[in-house]
Antibody, heavy 119, light 106 residues
Framework: QVQLQESGPGLVKPSQTLSLTCTVS??????????WSWIRQPPGKGLEWIGY???????YYNPSLKSRVTISVDTSKNQFSLKLSSVTAADTAVYYC???????????WGQGTLVTVSS | EIVMTQSPATLSVSPGERATLSCRAS??????LAWYQQKPGQAPRLLIY???TRATGIPARFSGSGSGTEFTLTISSLQSEDFAVYYC????????FGQGTKVEIK
């Protein structure tokens, strides 16, 4: 059974870049059967899709965040990563990594990590 | 962007009763729709994908229906562990989520 685990700083200063990594275990990130995704949830609010990457490196980003987001994959470490630049307090959220089956849909989620943007 | 609208925002139900949650898409998403359950402090859990297929390990009291723009999640007999927030998600054109329906104890 696949497991996903987010890691990275829990506190980021305004205007800096938020960087998170998702480590995948129990399955290969090189599988062409899945999209590897980032989703966030501000405290007390709903879910917002950030973007996803395919094992080939193809990426797809939420248009509202596209100018600030980079998602990359490291198949040798079975990891994928998120970078969000020029952060503000509005980027404070629990960040989840997730996997979606290409053919059937439906997300399997990591446990999430809270990132606070504050000076 | 496809906008997903869930109703009601809050549903008050007694244990053992049926709960019916709705999700409407601003344009057709075919059957590319999933439902998730989220409890406080936890990640969402996949319940339904393909509008009507239960995910592995999901009890039969959860069922999904619909296609196109109108979808329903039904919980046939609410158990204590079912009180949570439920989200729908379309994956037909990028991804978008509904704003959630909170199912609370009446």
């Amino acid at each position: 059974q696949v497991q996903l685990q987010e890691s990275g700083p829990g506190l980021v200063k305004p205007s800096q870049t938020l960087s998170l990594t998702c480590t995948v275990s129990g399955g290969s990130i090189s599988s062409g059967d899945y999209y590897w995704s980032w989703i966030r949830q501000p405290p007390g609010k709903g879910l917002e899709w950030i973007g996803y990457i395919y094992y080939s490196g193809s990426t797809y980003y939420n248009p509202s965040l596209k100018s600030r987001v980079t998602i990359s994959v490291d198949t040798s470490k079975n990891q994928f990563s998120l970078k969000l630049s020029s952060v503000t307090a509005a980027d404070t959220a629990v960040y989840y990594c997730a996997r979606e089956a290409v053919t059937t849909g439906g997300l399997a989620w990591g446990q999430g990590t809270l990132v606070t943007v504050s000076s | 962007e496809i906008v997903m609208t869930q109703s009601p925002a809050t549903l008050s139900v007694s244990p053992g009763e049926r709960a019916t949650l709705s999700c409407r898409a601003s344009q057709s998403v075919s059957s590319n729709l999933a439902w998730y359950q989220q409890k406080p402090g936890q990640a969402p859990r996949l319940l339904i994908y393909g509008a009507s297929t239960r995910a592995t390990g999901i009890p039969a009291r959860f069922s999904g229906s619909g296609s196109g723009t109108e979808f329903t999640l039904t919980i046939s007999s609410l158990q204590s562990e079912d009180f949570a927030v439920y989200y729908c998600q379309q994956y037909n054109n990028w991804w978008t989520f509904g704003q959630g329906t909170k199912v609370e104890i009446k």
